[in-house]
């Protein structure tokens, strides 16, 4: 059709075809309004049926109270009791007769009291209507002591229980019987009438029946129910209910109207009513199904309604989207082809509305981006041509030019002037410099383009710190900073690749002391955070950063306004350690206070270091020393100057071994090659080539193949061992080192090869 030949026109179909939605929605309300009046009405109706029974409740319980108050005013057993207290020759007599009088007189006045005791102030039972209560004592109970608290006149009522006596459910409401001889009315014990639980029933019996599934019950602060349930047999004092209500009424004292799930766990309409003189809760429920039955109707209703509606709007839009769909189709299909590197596709749609004209723009889009791409591949090409043949044409004078000016400031034969002196360290001066930004350049470009690894291991945060330090301070000196290191707690180790993290905290020391105020300083420090993580952080005295600039703090070739000034730099070196920090899976900050200077900080997460194994090397047996005195060499291939020291000092104990060493694997195979160590230790981890790869060279070369390698490493997976026992390493040594365990194995080999 003519009519719907354009998007506009289906779009104002559609938009049509949607104003059936009203109807739905007016239906939706009217719903909603009769649920609320509905809810509302519920609401208080239970409200008025707990009230009613709350008010019931206090009234029957106030008549026993009244009732026990009575009991306590009688003469008889007040003098009674006193003469029991005081004359113990007609003891027997006294009690019998107290006995007889609370059976005959006092017990058939309330059906419901299934027994009467008197105790003494001891807490001890003296006459009771039933024989199984006297002699035994009360003393320590709750009921003995508030009941003794209790003024003459007063009653009080305490918590239900089973009584062991009446072998059933009671309730024990007590008051205080006093001598009437004495002046201030002293107390001669208490007085108990024991009440059949039931009576709690019966009064909440009294009020018209709610519907099928309402109740009205009982809870005391033990969350246990006083009263009968409609679901539950023998629920009295059985029956835990530790519902919403409940747990508010505990908790906060608060009261609850509202629906949730009941003692059965099914959903209620309840209404909580607070009872703190008796500590109990008073709970009103109906099941939410029963409640709001009579909107069944209505919402079968709603559900025609609704039905047809959507059966309208579905249709409406199925006509629509079956107009539109192959185009969309279409231009999906073409965009993931594209995504996916297929820049030759195209959109082919030959409609004359507005995907047509979609399918033209996206063509010619795609047309553009193939172009930009390919021009983009090519000035990355020849980005990297141009940066490994600038780091290989500039290295090679860079090295002849430090080289020569280093030979001529140490040439002890030839001493120079103060003049040349000054020369030669402004060469070395510039020409660490400009080493310095080569190696950032290269760096910089090495990282975006993902050829940039670290190889992290097991460090020791102190020394690295402590390096770096060593080497700023004698930068820091021709700016009058003074640098300082703050440890609170040393010894801590973190996972990092040592080459690389020396690099970052060498820029960071580096920038905080170019930047800062003469006479300025800089603070070293680390810190334990959460998560086990360990925070360094750099702070100086400097001018700080204002706030708007710190967003652009880590932006390559950035140096916020620092380009006119005397001071060295491209503005990429913070950029370069944002990223080897993140290469590290660490995390990089900066806080700064204009005029008071900033503090840089990089987390780490911590590494668990046990316990290095101590022996006392001076107590070994003789048989695992070398039997063979004459003197053996050893190569140890490790970056880490810790490790390295750790070694030696191992070492130092076997007289007989030299120890050589080299930073790196390039340096190592040198060695090995002109001296024929008798055993090579190397680590995995290596600045340039790893130490697998310097194994396979060592293994090639016919002066290095026979010498035994073992790996020494950090890498301590079961996983991580057997590679390199697959690889064709003799043995394999985990970090931290087993004092008593690379003895033995560098014993053994040592052994080995003096056969």
């Known amino acids: 059709m003519v009519l719907f030949k354009s998007i506009r026109s289906k779009l104002l179909f559609f938009c049509l075809s949607l104003s059936l939605i009203p109807i739905a929605v007016i239906t939706v309300v009217y719903c909603v309004k009769g649920y609320t009046a509905l809810r509302e009405h519920q609401v208080g109706e239970l409200s008025l049926i707990a009230e009613s029974k709350k008010t019931h409740l206090h009234t029957a319980l106030n008549a026993k109270k009244g009732r026990t108050i009575d009991f306590s005013s009688d003469g008889f057993i007040r003098d009674t009791l006193e003469k029991i207290n005081e004359d113990n020759r007609n003891r027997d007599r006294l009690i019998k007769s107290l006995n007889q009088h609370l059976t005959k007189y006092k017990r058939p006045l309330d059906p419901y009291i299934s027994d009467i005791a ?79 639980l039931a009576i709690l029933h019966d009064v909440m019996k009294t009020d018209v029946e709610m519907v099928a599934t309402g109740e009205v019950y009982l809870v005391n602060r033990e969350k246990r129910m006083l009263t009968p349930s409609r679901f539950f047999e023998h629920a009295p004092l059985n029956l835990i209910v530790d519902t919403k209500p409940v747990q508010m009424a505990l908790t906060s004292g608060q009261e609850m109207i509202g629906i949730y799930p009941d003692y059965r766990g099914v959903p209620v309409f309840g209404v909580s009513i607070n009872m703190p003189e008796y500590e109990w809760l008073l709970v009103a429920e109906v099941d939410k199904a029963e409640l709001f039955a009579p909107l069944t109707s209505l919402g079968v209703v709603v559900f025609v309604v609704s039905a047809t509606c959507v059966v309208l709007v579905v249709t409406a839009g199925t006509l629509y989207s079956l107009s539109i769909s192959r185009s969309i189709k279409i231009l999906r299909y073409t965009t993931q082809k594209i995504a996916s590197g297929e820049l030759w596709r195209r959109v082919r749609i030959n409609s004359q509305n507005e995907f047509g004209e979609l399918a033209i723009s996206f063509n010619t889009m795609t047309d553009k981006l193939s172009k930009a791409i390919d021009e983009a591949n090519r000035a990355n090409e ?62 910089l470009s090495r990282i975006e383009t993902g050829k940039l690894s670290v190889s992290p291991e097991i460090i020791l945060v102190d020394s690295v710190i402590e390096e770096v330090v060593a080497i700023i301070k004698s930068i820091a000196v021709k700016y009058d900073v003074t640098v300082t290191d703050k440890f609170v707690q040393s010894g801590v180790y973190i996972m990092a690749d040592r080459t690389r993290l020396k690099q970052v905290m060498t820029n960071l020391l580096t920038n905080a002391v170019k930047y800062n105020r003469k006479n300025g ?9 959460d998560n086990d993580m360990l925070r360094i952080k750099v702070e100086d005295t400097g001018y700080g950063i204002p706030d708007d600039k710190l967003g652009l703090m880590f932006q390559p070739f950035n140096r916020l306004g620092k380009e006119l000034t005397n001071i060295e730099g491209t503005g990429i070196g913070l950029t370069i350690t944002r990223r080897l920090v993140e290469l590290m899976d660490g995390y990089i900050g900066v806080e700064s206070v204009v005029e008071k200077g900033s503090t840089f900080y990089v987390d780490f997460k911590r590494a668990q270091i046990p316990v290095m194994e101590m022996v006392n090397i001076t107590t070994m047996q003789e048989s695992q020393k070398i039997k063979n005195d004459k003197n053996r060499t050893i190569l140890y291939v490790e970056d880490n100057p810790a490790n390295l020291m750790l070694v030696q000092s191992i070492l130092k104990r076997r007289p007989q071994i030299e120890l050589l060493s080299a930073a790196n694997a390039e340096s190592g195979i040198e060695i090995a090659r002109a001296k024929r160590p008798d055993v090579i230790l190397m680590d995995i981890n290596l600045p340039g080539i790893s130490g697998y790869e310097a194994l396979e060279i060592l293994r090639d070369g016919d002066e290095t193949k026979k010498i035994p390698v073992i790996a020494i490493s950090a890498n301590a997976m079961l996983k991580d061992v057997e590679k390199g026992k697959v690889a064709g390493f003799l043995n394999y040594i985990t970090k931290p080192i087993n004092v008593s365990h690379f003895l033995q194995v560098v014993d053994d080999v040592l052994k080995e090869t003096a056969r």
Not at 145 to 158: D, I, L, P, Q, R
Not at 521 to 529: A, C, K, T
């Open 521 to 529: 300083s800089v603070i070293v420090s680390y810190e334990l955070r």
């Open 382 to 443: 020849a980005k990297s041509l141009f940066l490994s043949s600038m780091s290989h044409e500039l290295r090679t004078p860079m090295n002849s030019i430090l080289g020569f000016a280093q030979v001529l400031k140490n040439d002890p034969h030839v001493p120079l002037t103060d003049t040349q002196r000054q020369s030669v360290e402004l060469i070395l001066s510039s020409g660490d410099h400009l080493l310095e930004l080569i190696n950032d350049i290269l760096d």
């Open 118 to 196: 008197v105790l003494n102030t001891n807490g001890v039972v003296v006459a009771s209507t039933n024989q199984r209560w006297i002699g035994q004592s009360y003393a320590g109970t709750s009921f003995f002591t508030k009941g003794m608290e209790a003024s003459y006149g007063n009653a009080t009522v305490h918590q239900p229980l089973f009584c062991l006596f009446s072998k059933q459910n009671s309730i024990y409401i007590t008051a205080p019987l006093t001598s009437r001889r004495s002046a201030s009315a002293e107390k001669l014990g208490i007085i108990i009438n024991c009440y059949d």
